[in-house]
C-alpha cells in the first residue's frame, strides 16, 4: 500500500492564482482531512469528509474548496491564492473517524503564494 | 472548547524512559485523549489515543489520570529516533472529527 500520497510536494503561485492539491489513499478509507500548517505552528484543520459524496468545514475553510466524488481521492482547490495561504498542506485518512482510529497523514504539499 | 497545555520542550538522555505531561482541565466526559508526534518535514505520526483506561502499544504507554484533566506520554526507552514533535490533542466531542493541533512538545534526545 502506497498510504495516503499528495501530490505536487512543492509549488510556488502567484497571488490570485488558482490550484488544487491532489490526495489520495488506497486504504479504503471513509474519513479524509485537510490540514494545514504554518511555519513553528501546530496544524488546523481545513476541511474534512467522512464518505464519498460528504464533506464539511474544519476551522480555516475560508479561501479553500473540497469536493469527494470517489473513496479514494479529496483534492483542495485554492481559489485566488493569496499570501496568508503560504503553508504545508496535509492530507490524512482514518478508516474508523477520530475516536476509534489512527489518522493517516501523506508526506504533506508546500506551497508558497508570491 | 477542551485546550490542552503542555510544555515548548523537553531533553531526555538516550536509552531512559521520557515521561510527556499534558494538562486539560476542561475536558468533557466523551473527549478522546489522542497523541501524534511529527518529525521534521514529515507529516505527523499517530502514537496513541485512549478515553478513560492507560493504554499501551508498542509505541508508548499513554496514562490518564483519575480525574482526566491531564495525561502523560511515556516512551519507555527513548532512541534518537523519537527526537521530534509531539502533539496531545482532544477530539471536541464524541463523533466529532474537528481535531485541532496545538504547538506541542518538542523533544530532544542526547546520545
Known amino acids: 500500500n502506497a498510504g495516503v500520497t499528495q501530490t505536487p510536494k512543492f509549488r510556488i503561485l502567484k497571488i490570485g492564482q488558482s490550484m488544487t492539491l491532489q490526495c489520495t489513499q488506497d486504504m479504503n478509507h471513509n474519513y479524509m482531512y485537510w490540514y494545514r500548517q504554518d511555519p513553528g505552528m501546530g496544524l488546523k484543520l481545513i476541511y474534512y469528509s467522512v464518505g464519498a459524496g460528504i464533506t464539511d468545514k474544519g476551522e480555516v475553510p475560508n479561501g479553500y474548496n473540497v469536493s469527494r466524488s470517489t473513496t479514494e481521492d479529496f483534492p483542495l482547490r485554492l481559489e485566488l491564492a493569496a499570501p496568508s495561504q503560504t503553508s504545508v498542506y496535509f492530507c490524512?485518512?482514518?478508516?474508523?473517524?477520530?475516536?476509534?482510529?489512527?489518522?493517516?497523514f501523506g508526506e504533506g504539499s508546500r506551497l508558497t503564494v508570491l | 472548547d477542551a485546550k490542552t497545555t503542555q510544555p515548548n520542550s523537553m531533553e531526555s538522555n538516550e536509552e531512559e524512559p521520557v515521561h510527556l505531561p499534558c494538562n486539560h482541565s476542561t475536558i468533557s466526559g466523551t473527549d478522546y485523549i489522542h497523541w501524534y508526534r511529527q518529525l521534521p518535514s514529515q507529516g505527523p505520526e499517530y502514537v496513541i489515543h485512549?478515553?478513560?483506561s492507560n493504554v499501551n502499544n508498542r509505541m508508548a504507554s499513554l496514562a490518564i489520570a483519575e480525574d482526566r484533566k491531564s495525561s502523560t506520554l511515556i516512551l519507555h526507552r527513548a532512541t534518537l529516533r523519537d527526537a521530534a514533535v509531539y502533539y496531545c490533542i482532544l477530539s471536541l466531542n464524541f463523533g466529532n472529527e474537528k481535531l485541532t493541533f496545538g504547538t506541542g512538545t518538542r523533544l530532544t534526545i542526547i546520545p
Open positions: 490524512a485518512s482514518s478508516y474508523l473517524g477520530l475516536t476509534s482510529g489512527e489518522l493517516f
Open positions: 485512549g478515553l478513560t
